[in-house]
Structures are given as C-alpha cells and as structure tokens.
C-alpha cells in the first residue's frame, strides 16, 4: 500500500484526489493532509481518512498531531515521508512545501503550475538532484507526458495545448464590463475561482505555455482553442504525426494517472469518447486575449520574466475579485509589472517570495 500526502485538500484538486484515493482504499493510505482555511471541511476529511498529520492556517482540533498558522504545510512537509505528494496548494505559497517534499526523493504529483512558472530552474534541479519524480496533474500537461511516450522526446516538432477559451472567447461582449461573478463561471471545468478567472482572461494558457516548456524542455509550445475540451494535449513528432489526449474533461482521470503510473487503473467513474460527437477548433484571437503572447515572451527571455508574469496575475487577480479593477486591466498589469521589473536570474526560493511581495505592495493587491 502507498501512503499519499495531499497539500490544498480542501481544494477543487484535492477533494478531487481523496475521491480517488476512495476508489482504491487497499492502494493508498492518505497520511497527511494541508489545508488553507477551510477547517470544517478539513475536520471531515481526517475524521474519514486518519492521516498522521493535519495543517491548516487557522487553529484546528485534529485527531492527530496538527500545525497551524501561515507556515503550517512547510512543517508539515518537514515532518511527512510519503510515497506519493500531490500538490495542489495554489500559488507561489506552494514553493517552500514542494521543495521540502522533493528532497524525499519520491513522487510528486504536480497540480501547481506556478511553481515551475515561477521557480521551474530551481524545482526541476533540485528534482533531478533528488531523485525524485514529478507527474503532471494539470489536464494539459498530463496529457503530454502520456502523448511522449509515443515516440522520442528528440523528435518531438512541437507541443500543443488545447485551450477551452473560457466563457467569452466565442462571445463578442464588451470584456471591460465582465464582473467576477461572470469570469468565474466556467463552461467546461469545475474550478477554483483564481484559475476560472485565469481561463477567461487566457493567462491561465500563458502559465501552461511556460509551464510546458520548462517541464519538457523546449519552447515549441503552441494552443489551439477547443471548447469541448475532450483532447487535452497534442504532440507533433518531426515525421509529421501527432500523439493526442482524449477523454471528457474530469481531472479526476489525470489525478489518477498520476497516483497509479505507470499503470493505468479502471476508473469506473470516466465515460470513454462517443466519436459520433463533434469536435471544433478554432486559431487562437490575441488582439482579445493577449495574455498567452506576453507568456511566450517571457519563456523565450527566462529568469525571473515568467515569474513576474504569474505574480502580478495573483495581484492583478486579487484586485478584480475586489471589484478594484477591470476584467481587462489584468493582462494590463502583468505588462506593466514586466516593464518595472527588471529580468534577472532566478537565484533561490526567497528570491521568488520577495518578489511576490513586492509586486503586491506596488499594485496595493
């Protein structure tokens, strides 16, 4: 049996995940769990799972040994050796915790993005130094992990992601008038609200452009707009052929991948493709959407570039929830913050932190 540790259980990943796991109670054992706020539905999933280790950032009566405050899921992480972490702590609040995960030596099951926008050199190095071996839980990128063992990553033309467009790509609404309530209100996902918005301003595809070319090491990563969302991922090999994905969307499936690679386990819950359905794509509109162009720009510049994109999003973010800027204004910003912010080489965890820091005290986020 396989102990898992889920850091952001209460989220939409890692509720997700502990359906997963309950699917296969003789596989794996939940022995940690990380929460942010959400204390009450915390204490439901230890009373059901009985992990050895709870953290949340507020105070918490846990059946067993319990952190709390803002650096509860880092000395959780200090603490915890299990087979199998899925990280789905949002933010670049996931840094210290997934750092401290990987000098384990095991697997990681990675469902932040902006820990390898932000850090990719450092976590990627300091993954390989380990030993320890990091799977994609992103639809996308999970997609394309699977699509490479198709042939030899030295024959790989190109990636492509799929992009859903969010609620507005095929609308011609005026998007200076969308509200939070509208951006979080996606088509196809069931999400957070942070990376629901991301989808409708498609600075959610920019994170996943860089997140792809530094996980697998090229920047020969295109999107293509594909609002069913049932191919997730392509890869196009130099002969000319093309490896894609395809399921109906549930991250339930990739989550599972990860946890049971490099087997591939019945999952009663997915329905496979009717191809009957229709499928449409459509070439992606950056005069509208600009956010995945200021993201390719980034990748090819490196440093500290692709994380100045992802922290002035949270802070650009932040400010719309709080109805302080226009749905328009966020892409806006990340340039911006771009221009004040000069790219340097990415140094150290702290580096990224400060950064973050900085970034929210000169948008007031």
């Known amino acids: 049996m396989k102990t898992v540790a889920v850091y952001g259980s209460t989220g939409s990943i890692g509720v997700q995940t502990l359906n997963v796991v309950r699917r296969f109670p003789h596989e794996f054992r939940v022995v940690a769990l990380a929460a942010g706020k959400n204390t009450a539905l915390l204490a439901k999933q230890a009373s059901e799972f009985r992990p ?15 952190f709390c405050g803002k650096d509860a ?16 702590i949002s933010g670049v609040a996931a840094l210290g915790p997934l750092c401290e995960c990987i000098k384990r030596g095991k697997r990681i099951a990675l469902a932040n993005k902006e820990a390898i926008v932000c850090a990719g050199e450092l976590v990627l190095g300091e993954a390989k130094r380990c030993g320890a071996e990091i799977i994609p839980v992103d639809s996308e990128h999970s997609a394309v992990f699977q699509c490479l063992s198709c ?18 790509y095929f609308s ?18 069931n999400m957070g609200a942070k990376i629901s918005i991301d989808s409708a301003t498609m600075v959610n595809k920019g994170l996943e452009i860089i997140e792809a ?40 499936l990739a989550i599972q991948y990860a946890l049971t690679y490099p ?5 009663a819950g997915v329905r496979a493709f009717d191809f009957a359905r229709p499928l449409t794509f459509a070439a992606p509109d950056e005069d509208r959407f600009p956010a995945p162009a200021v993201a390719r720009r980034c990748l090819a510049e490196g440093g500290t570039a692709p994380a100045v994109y992802s922290l002035a999003d949270e802070a650009a973010v932040r400010l719309f929830m709080k109805k302080l800027i226009r749905f328009t204004d966020i892409t806006g910003i990340i340039e911006e913050a771009l221009c004040i912010n000069e790219t340097v080489k990415v140094e150290s965890v702290p580096q990224i932190l400060e950064l973050a820091t900085s970034i929210e005290r000169h948008f007031g986020a």
Request: one cysteine or more; hydrophobic letters at 40%; charged letters at 25%.
């Open 213 to 252: 070319g530094r996980l697998f090491g090229t920047n020969n990563v295109d999107y293509v707009i594909h609002p069913e969302s049932v191919i997730h991922s392509m890869v196009e090999f130099a002969d000319g052929s093309t490896a894609a994905l395809m399921s109906y969307p549930d991250m339930e």
């Open 172 to 189: 011609r609404r005026d998007l200076s008038s969308v509200t939070p309530e509208e951006a979080v209100r996606h088509p196809t996902w």
């Open 52 to 66: 050895d280790l709870v953290s949340s950032e507020l105070p918490f009566d846990a059946p067993c040994k319990a």
């Open 151 to 168: 042939g030899d990553a030295r024959d790989v033309r190109r990636i492509i992601l799929t992009a859903s467009g969010g609620p507005f």
């Open 73 to 88: 899921a880092l000395r959780l992480a200090r603490e915890t050796d299990a087979d199998i972490t899925v990280m789905a």
């Open 263 to 267: 087997r591939r386990a019945v999952n």
